[in-house]
């Protein structure tokens, strides 16, 4: 039987509840016996996988490369994973670095089947790389089909960790951030940005996405969230802002039900 995170109550108060009890939680979760069984069998075999093809051919190999990177919904696109996972990340025209979501880069860059002579997949430490991605991102989802919100409030204290800590310019860092969509969607909820911002220029979205983390957290640097208590103050102002908006919406459909009788 698989362990299921307990989530008493969402929000603010689901977030204190969830932080305090991580350890034992997620010590408890990675004991579920297909977790074992999906962990154990990647580890055992994917020193012998040293090509896409060979990754792609293998359902279970690929179920936890995939969901290592949150990806776990293109389990069936094989052609199109074994595209990412071919062209690598170098060249420019790669498929990966032509899409918006930064997950395929992030995805192809780890396994480097199409960026070097040897495929990362031979490293010694690779299985234990992966398959810890892959435990953190099945917790994730298992909060999420109980919270939503808490899940993307675990998913961006980790991304926000690698990201903010990384090379490249503030403005890569910030692109990389709107590339993802489940962080992307933490940041724009906590600046209140409406639903239709994404269709703007993306200049424009990067120099708004600035001026509202200057004016909010006191700096436009995407390096301030390096910081854990930036980290946390991003997460508590993004579920607070769900919470306003969900009781919002709640309201005017009781108003609507009202009026309607």
């Not at 154990?40 to 936890?64: H, W």
């Not at 998913?155 to 993802?180: H, P, Q, V, Y």
């Not at 854990?228 to 709640?250: D, G």
Request: proline share 2%; net charge neutral.
């Amino acid at each position: 039987m698989t362990f299921q995170p307990v989530i008493p109550v969402g929000g603010l108060a689901g977030w204190g509840f969830l932080n305090r009890t991580m350890q034992a939680q997620t010590t408890a979760f990675q004991k579920s016996p297909t977790l074992v069984r999906d962990t154990e069998y990647f580890a055992q075999n994917i020193g012998d996988v040293k090509s896409a093809d060979q990754l792609v051919s293998d359902r279970r190999l690929l179920r936890v490369a995939l969901g290592a990177f949150g990806l776990s919904d293109d389990i069936n696109n094989t052609h199109f994973v074994r595209k990412i996972l071919s062209d690598g990340t170098i060249d420019p025209s790669a498929l990966s670095n032509r899409l918006a979501d930064t997950r395929y880069k992030a995805f192809s860059k780890a396994f480097g089947f199409g960026d070097f002579d040897t495929a990362r997949t031979q490293l010694s430490d690779f299985a234990k790389e992966i398959t810890n991605l892959y435990q953190t991102r099945q917790f994730e989802e298992a909060v999420g089909v109980q919270d939503s919100d808490l899940r993307l409030a675990l998913n961006a204290k980790r991304e926000l960790g690698s990201i903010s800590s990384g090379t490249g310019s503030d403005n890569t860092k910030w692109f990389t951030i709107m590339g993802s969509a489940p962080l992307r969607s933490v940041f724009e909820t906590a600046f209140g940005l409406p639903s239709s911002f994404g269709k703007l220029d993306i200049d424009k979205q990067l120099e708004v996405f600035q001026q509202k983390s200057e004016k909010i957290f006191g700096s436009s640097a995407v390096s301030n969230f390096s910081d854990h208590t930036a980290q946390e103050a991003l997460v508590e102002r993004y579920l607070l802002m769900s919470q306003i908006s969900n009781s919002a919406s709640a309201s005017s459909a009781e108003i609507a039900l009202t009026l309607l009788r």
